[in-house]
């Protein structure tokens, strides 16, 4: 890998990072190479696609695995309490860019990565798992605690809080949208982030998009985030 994609990988840090990591280890890993593998490829926003303001960040498989690894490094070691629920940002570790389709883009203040996969290349029946996840983050597991116990960020404690969001599902024929409002504390210092994350079911698809604030503050556009979260629905749809 050469320096020019480190530095390109450098520059995505703290939030930003979250948001490329998210959307690459949301990915599934298959070795299909059929008709229908590169449907996912195809499904993602492209830079036309997108709002005024928002920029594709090109990058690599090399690269986007680059990323993946940082922030799957980063959340190794931790303990989430209650313990059938989950932390923020837990993803699988693989990913497949031959059949999974990536993108991250940012403007002045927001990144907003999508990432669009095959059902048939996740784990189950594709749908059993936005139900899954619906109860990991509603009920006891609206509110969860995370201790980090190894990394460089060790001993710190992330408290967490989940909202379901009403958001017309649109051409979806399920769509779960979560804000996840995170305070922060170690020894160095203490702050606050919000994330937002539209997972829809479209058809034979499994769509994501994530919003997070670059300088890892909570304050999101919502608007904005609904509005990639539409246009990624109804592109998938076609």
């Given amino acids: 890998m050469g320096t020019g994609t480190g530095r390109r990988a450098a ?76 932390a923020p940002g837990s993803m699988p570790s693989k990913i497949d860019v031959k059949t999974s389709g990536l993108m991250v883009a940012t403007d002045a203040k927001y990144s907003i990565s999508e990432s669009v996969q095959r059902l048939a290349d996740l784990p189950g029946d594709g749908i059993g798992d936005l139900v899954k996840l619906r109860g990991q983050v509603t009920g006891e597991c609206a509110r969860v605690a995370v201790e980090v116990t190894a990394g460089p960020v060790k001993d710190s404690r992330i408290d967490t809080r989940y909202t379901v969001l009403d958001v017309p599902a649109g051409k979806a024929r399920q769509l779960l949208v979560v804000q996840s409002d995170s305070t922060t504390s170690n020894e160095s210092k203490d702050g606050s982030s919000r994330l937002l994350v539209g997972r829809a079911v479209v058809n034979d698809l499994l769509v994501t998009v994530q919003m997070v604030a670059r300088d890892d503050s909570d304050d999101l556009d919502p608007a904005l985030f609904e509005q990639v979260l539409t246009a990624a629905v109804d592109k998938a749809a076609v």
């Fill in 11 to 86: 520059r995505l840090t703290g939030a930003a990072l979250a948001a490329v990591a998210v959307a690459a280890l949301s990915a599934g890993c298959s070795s299909d190479d059929g008709p229908d593998a590169h449907r996912a490829v195809d499904a993602v926003l492209t830079q036309g696609e997108l709002p005024a303001g928002l920029t594709v960040v090109k990058l690599g498989k090399d690269e986007i695995q680059q990323v993946a690894d940082q922030f799957h490094d980063s959340v190794k070691g931790v303990e989430v309490t209650p313990s059938q629920c989950v």
